[in-house]
C-alpha cells in the first residue's frame, strides 16, 4: 500500500479511532489525522488535502458523517469509506445520495478494511 497516502479518521469513539490508526500502521500507511466531529472534518479537508476519509456516521456534534462529507464534497473531491454501527437503510440510502467507496458496519475488522482501500487504490491505478 502506498505510504504517501493520507487518511482522515473521523471517529468519535477513542478505542475505535486507535483500532483504525493500528490497522492503518500494519497496512502500512503513516499519514493520516483524527478528528471526532463532523465541523472538525469540514475544516480538515478544507486545510489539507487527503487521499481517503474513514467516516463515522455519529459523530459527537450536530453534524453527522453523511452531512459532514456532503460539505465536503462542495469544494473537494475525496473518497469517503463509512465505517458505522449505525446500518438503517434511511441512512445508507442518504450516503448513496452523495456517494461513497464503501459503506462497512461495525465492528470492522482487518481484512474488510484492507480489501476496502486495495480496491479503492486499484481503481485509482486503472
Not at 13 to 30: P, Y
Not at 53 to 80: F, N, S
Amino acid at each position: 500500500m502506498n505510504p504517501d497516502f493520507k487518511i482522515l479518521i473521523v471517529e468519535d469513539e477513542l478505542v475505535l479511532q486507535l483500532m483504525l490508526e493500528h490497522m492503518l500502521k500494519k497496512m502500512g500507511f503513516s499519514q493520516y489525522e483524527k478528528v471526532t466531529k463532523g465541523q472538525s472534518a469540514v475544516l480538515k479537508c478544507k486545510e489539507g488535502d487527503y487521499d481517503l476519509i474513514l467516516m463515522d456516521i455519529m459523530l459527537q456534534d450536530d453534524m453527522d458523517g453523511i452531512e459532514a462529507y456532503r460539505k465536503i464534497k462542495q469544494t473537494k473531491t475525496i473518497p469517503v469509506i463509512y465505517i458505522t454501527g449505525n446500518t438503517d437503510p434511511k441512512n445508507r440510502e442518504r450516503a448513496a445520495e452523495i456517494g461513497y467507496h464503501d459503506y462497512i458496519g461495525k465492528p470492522i475488522t482487518y481484512s474488510q478494511l484492507k480489501k476496502s482501500i486495495q480496491r479503492l487504490l486499484d481503481s485509482q491505478s486503472v
